[in-house]
């Protein structure tokens, strides 16, 4: 079993996030975007357990309004890309009450994900 950190930000999360990044990328009307696949989303932002349980504390993540991991994009999906969620209401809520947060993703549709290729940098607005 993997140990979770977050009850709301866990292995099941980020996965869903994964394949929702390769639905948006395959459905983009962007062509190098079209090419791009996400080969995972790391629940652990840090390799300190402590530091983990720490950053993802319902008071750290409220008071930044994001949380900041890892993404693997790009062409082979092994890119390391800097990943900024923002946590809107619903997403804040389910993090207080430490439920899953797949249904604050908001669609299939890319206008909740910002990506800077250049800068490897991926932000996203959760509900």
Not at 2 to 14: A, G, L, V
Not at 100 to 122: F, G, V, Y
Request: net charge negative.
């Amino acid at each position: 079993m993997t140990p979770s950190f977050s009850p709301s930000f866990n292995q099941d999360f980020c996965e869903e996030l994964e394949y929702t990044f390769c639905y948006v990328f395959e459905n983009s009307k962007d062509p190098e975007l079209k090419r791009f696949w996400c080969d995972g989303v790391s629940w652990a932002p840090y390799y300190n357990a402590k530091v983990n349980s720490d950053y993802l504390s319902f008071e750290k993540v409220k008071e930044r309004g994001m949380i900041e991991t890892t993404a693997q994009l790009g062409i082979s999906g092994q890119d390391r890309y800097a990943l900024k969620i923002h946590l809107g209401k619903l997403a804040l809520d389910l993090y207080r009450k430490k439920e899953e947060l797949n249904t604050s993703i908001p669609s299939k549709a890319s206008n909740w994900i910002e990506i800077d290729i250049e800068e490897q940098i991926i932000e996203v607005q959760l509900l």
